[in-house]
């Protein structure tokens, strides 16, 4: 695969010039199980030195994830309850939009679950399925023992709702209404450099973590190549690996 780093990398150089801190974090979604594929998640992850935030399904996942979890560089996040659809026929899918009885519940329990399995290494961060939450129920997650909701674009207020911090993720290379292969690289790399080009001209929060987005159960070579020489070309330029243990 050749990639076109150049965008990428002059912006990477404006950043550091203007001496703006970047900090950079890993977030990889629906997890239940160790996997051949968790096995080089894990691997990339070590190689890299970078950190995964392993969003994980609580209702479905088993009890060896949180021992395998635990010997290796990944901090476990609440991933929904089930990451089942309730969407309507006009609503994109969501487990957490859409009103409906027991989404209190879910949330709660999907808390609960993990805390049960996973202990002091869990981060009480709400990673809603499909990254789509219900507002009026962001609060509630606060009450319910939350700290951090993560969901997808550049963030609007540091803070989703009061006592839950918001930090979110910005680059997928997965084409999700394509092929579901990898995004046309170019298109990733310019879009990057987009970012960093917000964040250096005040027009998005700066200080929010950069976050890549993956999904290790449906990655092709293609993804697996191109998440590692993303993360090796972010460090390289200057960013530096971020994690939630840091918060």
């Not at 691997?43 to 395998?68: K, Q």
């Not at 789509?132 to 997808?152: D, I, M, N, W």
């Not at 709702?161 to 990898?182: C, E, F, M, V, Y």
């Not at 690289?185 to 929010?208: C, F, H, K, N, Y």
Request: hydrophobic share 40%; proline share 6%.
């Amino acid at each position: 695969m050749t990639i076109d780093w150049t965008p990428l990398r002059q912006e990477l150089q404006a950043c550091r010039r203007n001496d703006m801190a970047l900090p950079f974090w890993w977030r990889d979604d629906d997890a239940i199980a160790p996997t051949t594929a968790l096995d080089r998640l894990a691997d990339l992850s070590r190689a890299t030195g970078v950190a995964v935030h392993l969003a994980i399904v609580p209702a479905h996942a088993t009890p060896d994830l949180a021992e395998y979890t635990a010997a290796r560089q990944m901090i476990p996040l609440v991933h929904g309850w089930a990451h089942r659809d309730h969407s309507t026929p006009d609503q994109k899918k969501n487990e957490f939009l859409t009103d409906r009885t027991g989404l209190a519940e879910d949330s709660a329990r999907g808390l609960a679950r993990m805390q049960q399995l996973f202990g002091a290494s869990l981060r009480s961060a709400f990673v809603p399925p499909w990254n789509r939450v219900k507002e009026a129920h962001l609060p509630v997650l606060a009450r319910q023992g939350y700290t951090v909701l993560s969901t997808f674009g550049a963030r609007q207020t540091s803070e989703a709702a009061s006592g839950l911090t918001q930090i979110n993720t910005h680059i997928d290379p997965i084409w999700w209404k394509g092929t579901r292969d990898l995004v046309q690289p170019d298109i990733l790399v310019q879009s990057t450099a987009a970012l960093l080009r917000a964040r250096r001209q005040g027009a998005e929060d700066a200080t929010e973590p950069l976050g890549l987005l993956t999904h290790h159960l449906v990655h092709t070579p293609a993804i697996w190549d191109f998440t590692s020489a993303y993360i090796q070309e972010m460090l390289s330029g200057g960013a530096t690996p971020w994690t939630m243990e840091t918060t």
